[in-house]
């Protein structure tokens, strides 16, 4: 019977979750909020701590942006009932967070406050460093290219210059974006999403690299030959991977940011 009533609420929760997110909602999401807060202070009251304990540990991999404000809460009821924090649970805490930094600009400013306090409480009951701020840079200033191999620049390339949803508005920020996509898609997803939008964003690569100042004629081929043998989506790694060392390449070479437009494809 438990089980199934927190079945519901968590699913009454996502549902709710999602229409926040899309403008759609039509039931108050304080009120889901109460009922789950109510389930879990009595579940709290007659737990042993094992029990809190295996509870808590479900908790931070389900906690969507707009849920942790009550996620907090949850939490400092389950520790009172005697729950210890482990190190995944520490790290589930840690991604809730970057996950935060990584969309709060377009976070709702009303539900900004509330998810900022919970994410401090949160960090604060799992004794977890606070994620950094995400140092997005303006789309019309220089890009400043960091130090390291590829791999690490394009990490902190996409910090810097790709946006929490849409297109980049730089050529520059749109080839990260492409290469990181296309790379979660075929790698992380076994190419399951793979249409003509992704078809259309790795045939764009071939088109940006030969701008501004341009990677030389034997880079600008290989870049070919990779956005060939990916355009199936059938993923080898060493392509994948070619082809953001690539990316990275063409960027280094352009720092000054080159306006892109609205593009044809969805994704």
Not at 84 to 97: E, F, K, N, T, Y
Request: aromatic share 6%; hydrophobic share 40%; glycine share 8%.
């Amino acid at each position: 019977m438990i089980k199934s009533v927190l079945i519901q609420i968590s699913m009454a929760a996502r549902q709710i979750a999602a229409s926040c997110q899309t403008g759609k909602a039509r039931v108050p999401r304080i009120q889901v909020d109460q009922e789950w807060l109510g389930y879990i202070g009595a579940m709290a009251a007659h737990s042993t701590p094992d029990q809190a304990r295996r509870e808590l540990q479900r908790l931070p991999d389900s906690t969507a942006n707009v849920q942790i404000a009550t996620t907090a809460q949850t939490a400092q009821m389950l520790l009172s009932a005697g729950a210890v924090v482990d190190d995944d649970m520490r790290a589930s805490v840690r991604l809730i967070g970057e996950r935060f930094e990584f969309y709060r600009d377009s976070f709702s400013p009303r539900l900004l406050p509330a998810a900022e306090s919970g994410l401090v409480a949160l960090y604060e009951l799992f004794g977890v460093p606070a994620a950094p701020r995400r140092a997005s840079s303006s789309p019309e200033a220089p890009i400043s290219v960091p130090d390291g191999g590829w791999r690490t620049r394009h990490e902190a390339l996409w910090d810097a210059l790709v946006p929490a949803s849409g297109h980049a508005p730089n050529l520059q920020g749109e080839v990260i974006r492409i290469t990181g996509r296309i790379a979660h898609e075929l790698l992380g997803n076994g190419g399951g999403n793979w249409d003509s939008d992704y078809q259309a964003m790795l045939a764009s690569i071939p088109l940006i690299v030969a701008s501004g100042c341009a990677l030389s004629t034997s880079d600008q081929e290989e870049v070919s030959r990779l956005v060939s043998a990916l355009m199936s989506g059938s993923a080898r790694i060493d392509d994948i991977d070619g082809l953001s060392k690539l990316a990275v390449k063409w960027l280094s070479q352009n720092p000054g940011p080159i306006v892109f437009d609205a593009p044809t494809y969805r994704r």
